[in-house]
Nanobody
Framework: QVQLVESGGGSVQAGGSLRLSCAAS????????MAWFRQAPGKEREGLAA???????RYANSAKGRFTISEDKAKNTLYLQMNNLKPEDTAMYYC?????????????????????WGQGTQVTVSS
């Protein structure tokens, strides 16, 4: 089992930046891919970015050019740097890990690829 805890969300004006963090604990040695998702009220969960076991990354079109996924393996922490934020980025942001080595690498990342989820951190962008 992998436990994931997100932090770094908050309220920001349009054009601003935030860096989200996701601290992983437990059986982190069995994590093959990690990703960021978001979900706005009344909408489906949307995959934003993933980093896979070979350190390759993949992004949704909505994230490409503005968001950057990275990880610090020594700290077991995943990050999402978000720049030039827009009101439509307002959502709950979740990190997720794949401990089953599903390895299908869909673009954008799909929730079915991941089996462990954090509780989420809220991001609110005002115009």
């Amino acid at each position: 089992q992998v436990q994931l805890v997100e932090s770094g969300g908050g309220s920001v004006q349009a054009g601003g930046s935030l860096r989200l963090s996701c601290a992983a604990s437990g059986s982190t040695y069995s994590t093959y891919s990690m990703a960021w998702f978001r979900q706005a009220p009344g909408k489906e969960r949307e995959g934003l970015a993933a980093i896979d076991s070979d350190d390759s990354t993949r992004y949704a079109n909505s994230a490409k050019g503005r968001f950057t996924i990275s990880e610090d393996k020594a700290k077991n922490t995943l990050y999402l740097q978000m720049n030039n934020l827009k009101p439509e980025d307002t959502a709950m942001y979740y990190c997720a890990s794949d401990t089953r080595n599903v390895d299908v690498r869909r673009i954008p990342p799909h929730p079915s690829e991941y089996d462990s989820w954090g509780q989420g951190t809220q991001v609110t962008v005002s115009s």
